[in-house]
């Protein structure tokens, strides 16, 4: 049971050492939101495996238990303020940046990245050409999941696991038609396409039993494609949220980039409120410029359990008693993320002196 309905939504910070693991600045940073008073926090994605899944300098890891046990201090703080931690696990697949333990990047099909590489994760010019994964590689994905997930739980003391199948990276690849042209098992209708992630979300679920909250992010846009939807429309949003029901996911975490907007064009409903359509009993994060309380209020009003918040939350990491005392929340500032979206100090003195004002 959390004590409240928002959490903070997971941003990549790329604020780790070189070699994963994570360090006093991203305790800091983390800590805030807990006292700021923050049901929930998603940690930043982690990569699962010592293969292919890393996708950026200096992003934390999940993959060795040494990297693991740098989280037990963090989610130790989150529960000294009687908040919840989840962990976003994910595999980069072909838009990975940065990989220190291979040369190549893996995908469900060799077709190159739309755009370019993200400058503020240390990125330049074009996705390098991915290398089709074949059925050894899959598995190796699928372990990883579960390794990852299993360490997350019992070393790194996370309370909950997220399945990052969002936002154009390996799980996303393979449910997007345009990053996958598969014609064995792994690809071709959308149940097919959908196979990779439910394969994930099933063994997930089964290594860390009923206990654990396992849970699945699914978006339409990429960070590399902000305007992509799915071509079958609400069909496609039927078949893939009933499917995730289907195969046992303990929350949908729902990601677009004002949530409140129609899903496709033609149609009324928010992706948010298909989402409770379709997946009828499952708990649903919404995500999407919600960050001032009419908006997040529009998502509790379309089915979404739980609101969370990503740039928000950074220039407002004590959000829930801003909005608890009808507070409005401070602007956000862009160079938070800039030239690069790692943790600066400056940030988390700000966030401080928020709290000693307060």
Known sequence: MLKNRLTVAPMTRVSATEDGLATNTMRRYYA???AGGFGLVIAEGLYTDLSHSQGYRNQPGMA????????????????????????????????????RFRSWNVAPSPIRPKGEQMAFYYGTGAYP??????EAGIAEVIEGFVAAATRAVHIAGFDGIEIHAANGY??????????????????????????LPVAVLRAVKAALGDAIPVGIRISQAKVNDYLSKWPGKQSDAQAIFGALADAGADFIHVTEFEAWRPAFDGSTESLVKLAHQYAPGVPIIANGSLGDAARANDALADGADIVAVGRTALA??????????GVAPRPFDPAILGPIADVKDSEICLALSYKEQG
């Open 316 to 325: 407002n990491p004590d959000l829930p008693t801003l909005f608890e005392s």
């Open 64 to 99: 060795e238990d040494k990297q693991a046990a740098t989280w037990q201090a963090i989610t130790d703080d989150a529960h000294a303020h009687n908040t919840r931690m989840f962990a976003q696990l994910m595999h980069a697949g072909a838009l990975s940046q940065e990989n």
């Open 32 to 34: 805030r939101f807990a």
């Open 170 to 195: 390996l799980l996303d690849q393979f449910l997007t038609a345009e990053t996958n042209d598969r014609v064995d098992a792994w690809g071709g209708t959308v149940a097919s396409r959908l196979a």
């Open 129 to 134: 050409m991915p290398v089709a994964l074949d």
